[in-house]
């Protein structure tokens, strides 16, 4: 039986449910107390003493797989889609494999990012906070049919929210350097980001992160952008430079924005976007169904026990 140490909180948070799962493929789960990350220290710590890792967000650096391989450390899987937290080249380099589990929330995110936009555009979570608030407001929102959407991304999420989108009678223009065409989407528009921002009434970020767009919506984009953008962000928070988002929110040039995720997270308590009712947030939970976790958390011990099979 091998031991695997599990930091990814989702998965955590229904353990119980693949004790018996893993067990029958070989695997002796130990659960991690964690609320959101490890640290590189604790993990360097903790990681010597197990056979197998099933990875969140945690800094999985190569620092922290060097002390892994000097004890028993022998494979990993990144439970979920983003790997940017992950040091693959070390992985290699050390013969540690690795791997993640793609294509599993499409449809779960997606339909988190819809319903920021759908939220955003009728002010649905201020007037809730209002009224819990004992008062009684009636915003005017925008209507949806006939507005444009930028999609940035147009992986198995940003086809999803595209479609969604597309299903509530916005036109989309979508952002990727590595899709060519419409990505079988009818109707789908294209743009060479950061082309046509100016045009745009929503912009969703449904993109991996990576060394080539950390912070590709910046003060100069942000300028660019048509007067009153509502901003949504479900996939990695530095992919947005929140210090210049901030400022475009407080002169109304951005008029609010949905983010599920942060630079810095959990959101910092001195953060001046706490202050403004008219956003959204979220606690980087968009994948988090009962179902998505459990498809996912089967994947990721199946694919860790055939690494040491």
């Given at each position: 039986m091998k031991d695997v140490l599990v930091t990814c909180p989702p998965m955590l948070g229904k353990i119980d449910l693949f004790y018996d799962y893993a067990a029958e493929r070989?695997?002796?789960?130990?659960?991690?107390k964690v609320t959101q990350i490890l640290s590189e220290a604790e993990l360097?710590?903790?990681?010597?003493?197990?056979?197998?890792?099933i990875i969140g967000d945690d800094p999985a650096t190569r620092a922290v797989f060097e002390a892994g391989r000097a004890g028993r450390l022998t494979a990993a899987v990144k439970w979920?889609?983003?790997v940017d937290?992950?040091?693959?080249?070390?992985?290699?380099?050390?013969?540690?494999?690795?791997?993640?589990?793609?294509?599993?929330?499409g449809a779960e995110v997606a339909d988190v990012a819809t319903a920021f936009v759908i939220g955003l555009a009728r002010d649905l979570f201020l007037i809730d906070r209002t009224v819990r608030a004992g008062g009684w407001v009636k915003p005017a929102g925008i209507s949806l049919p006939g507005r444009k959407a930028g999609v940035v991304g147009l992986g198995d999420i940003g086809r999803n929210t595209v479609t969604r989108?597309?299903?509530?009678?916005?036109?989309?223009?979508?952002?990727d350097p590595g899709v060519e065409g419409d990505a079988g989407i009818a109707g789908l528009e294209r743009a060479t980001w950061p082309a046509r921002?100016?045009?745009?009434?929503f912009l969703v970020f449904t993109c991996a992160l990576n060394k080539h767009n950390f912070h590709?919506?910046?003060?100069?984009?942000?300028?660019?952008?048509?007067?009153?953008?509502?901003v949504v962000n479900v996939a990695r928070g530095p992919l947005i430079d929140e210090a210049a988002l901030i400022s475009a929110l407080q002169s109304s040039q951005v008029d609010s924005?949905?983010?599920?995720?942060?630079?810095?997270?959990?959101?910092?308590?001195?953060?001046?976007?706490?202050?403004?009712?008219?956003c959204i947030f979220g606690t980087h939970n968009g994948s988090n169904t009962v179902d998505g976790v459990i498809r996912a958390s089967h994947t990721a011990i199946e694919r860790l026990s055939g690494f040491f099979q």
């Open positions: 070989g695997l002796r789960l130990h659960p991690a360097k710590d903790l990681l010597p003493g197990y056979d197998g890792w979920g889609i983003g937290n992950v040091d693959f080249v070390a992985c290699k380099d050390l013969g540690i494999p690795i791997i993640n589990t793609p294509m599993m929330f989108l597309q299903a509530l009678g916005l036109t989309v223009v979508a952002y921002v100016d045009e745009l009434d590709m919506l910046n003060a100069e984009v942000l300028a660019a952008c048509k007067p009153g953008i509502r924005a949905a983010l599920d995720v942060f630079e810095v997270e959990p959101l910092p308590m001195d953060s001046p976007l706490r202050a403004m009712d008219r």
